[in-house]
Nanobody, 124 residues
């Protein structure tokens, strides 16, 4: 069992930055065994992938990021980060952290564990 706790969401103006954190815990969790990814879901829209970091440390980003977001991980803290810069109103969504054992996947259905989500609201 893995527990995920996200933090760092908030209300910002367009062009601002935010850093989200997701701390993983649990007896079976190890960052070198799990892929850690970020998804988001805007009101009335389907959940979409933002990107992730594989167990080997490889980074993957969805096209929507367009160079504005950066994912990183602190293995000592079992924490993955999502640094979001140049935020736009269309980035407004609930952001979720999710993990899966093994390789990176773009399919949300393949992720075993999910955080509760953190709201990001970007005002124009």
């Amino acid at each position: 069992q893995v527990q995920l706790e996200e933090s760092g969401g908030g209300f910002v103006q367009a062009g601002d930055s935010l850093r989200l954190s997701c701390a993983a815990s649990g007896p079976t969790f190890s960052p070198d065994s799990y892929t850690m990814s970020w998804f988001r879901q805007a009101p009335g829209k389907a959940r979409e992938l933002v990107g992730g970091i594989s167990r080997a440390g490889s980074l993957y980003y969805a096209d929507l990021v367009n160079g504005r977001f950066t994912i990183s991980r602190d293995n000592a803290k079992n924490t993955v980060y999502l640094q979001m810069n140049s935020l736009k109103p269309e980035d407004t969504a609930v952001y979720y952290c999710a993990v899966r054992p093994g390789y990176y996947s773009v399919h949300d259905s393949s992720y075993s564990y999910w955080g509760q989500g953190t709201q990001v609201t970007v005002s124009s």
